[in-house]
């Protein structure tokens, strides 16, 4: 918030894009996910007046998983193929590792199981492409999630599945056990927790 602070003072447009999306990232981490849709979006705004379409980008991609996790699966979706695009001719297998993996979760959330699949499959490549910069294990685990999502008919789904906690686990890739759920300050904001009423809970990423 310092380095964002300063570069609004210094009218530094550029560095101001990178903070904003810098603390829109650890807002996504926290699950602050209101926050880090604001901030991603303010972000992609400025790297778009400054030609930057890496940095568009990857801003659009930090939007897309904060729109899927705020349940706004078309925006998701939207802003994660708009990244995608902006990044094809120009980024790094490592970066377009990562949009097309954002790209896989806003299509797997909007429940395009093939879509997703293939998306997913993208950045798996381009991870295994990137010599060892990047990983393939997040779009790996996303996998599994397609595939075992799309075994369930969409009326059988629970509707007390909490997205903001799934993305939460797959995201720090750390188990959660939980005998106050509610309560407790290390789980993100879920309605559907608070709505049910839901005490304990536990959640694996596989």
Same mark, same amino acid.
């Given at each position: 918030?310092?380095?964002?602070?300063?570069?609004?003072?210094?009218?530094?447009?550029?560095?101001?894009?990178?903070?904003?999306?810098?603390?829109?990232?650890? $807002?996504?981490? +926290?699950?602050?996910?209101?926050?880090?849709?604001? *901030? +991603?979006?303010?972000?992609?705004?400025?790297?778009?007046?400054? =030609?930057?379409?890496?940095?568009?980008?990857?801003?659009?991609?930090?939007? +897309?998983?904060?729109?899927?996790?705020? =349940? *706004?699966? %078309? %925006?998701?979706? @939207?802003?994660?193929?708009?990244?995608?695009?902006?990044?094809?001719?120009? +980024?790094?297998?490592?970066?377009?590792?990562?949009?097309?993996?954002?790209?896989?979760?806003?299509?797997?959330?909007?429940?395009?199981?093939?879509?997703?699949?293939?998306?997913? /499959? !993208?950045?798996?490549?381009?991870? %295994?492409?990137?010599?060892?910069?990047?990983?393939?294990?997040?779009?790996?685990?996303?996998?599994?999630?397609?595939?075992?999502?799309?075994?369930?008919? %969409?009326? @059988?789904?629970?509707?007390?599945?909490?997205? !903001?906690?799934?993305?939460?686990?797959?995201?720090?890739?750390? /188990?959660?056990?939980?005998?106050?759920? =509610?309560? $407790?300050?290390?789980?993100?904001?879920?309605?559907?927790?608070? $709505?049910?009423?839901? *005490? !304990?809970?536990?959640?694996?990423?596989?």
């Amino acid at each position: 918030l310092a380095a964002l602070a300063d570069a609004e003072q210094r009218q530094d447009v550029h560095r101001q894009a990178k903070a904003l999306l810098l603390v829109a990232h650890l $807002d996504r981490l +926290a699950s602050r996910f209101r926050a880090a849709h604001g *901030r +991603a979006k303010q972000a992609a705004r400025l790297f778009r007046t400054l =030609g930057d379409t890496v940095g568009e980008s990857g801003a659009l991609s930090t939007l +897309a998983h904060a729109s899927t996790c705020l =349940g *706004r699966n %078309e %925006e998701a979706v @939207e802003s994660a193929l708009i990244s995608v695009h902006l990044a094809e001719p120009v +980024a790094t297998a490592s970066h377009k590792a990562m949009l097309y993996n954002y790209l896989g979760v806003a299509y797997l959330w909007s429940r395009d199981f093939a879509k997703a699949d293939q998306a997913l /499959a !993208s950045a798996i490549d381009w991870a %295994e492409a990137s010599d060892g910069l990047v990983s393939a294990f997040q779009p790996r685990i996303n996998q599994v999630l397609v595939e075992a999502l799309g075994a369930v008919p %969409e009326d @059988e789904i629970p509707s007390s599945i909490s997205r !903001s906690l799934v993305n939460h686990v797959l995201g720090q890739k750390k /188990a959660v056990l939980s005998q106050d759920a =509610g309560n $407790d300050k290390n789980l993100p904001t879920s309605a559907s927790i608070a $709505d049910l009423k839901i *005490r !304990s809970v536990m959640c694996v990423p596989l």
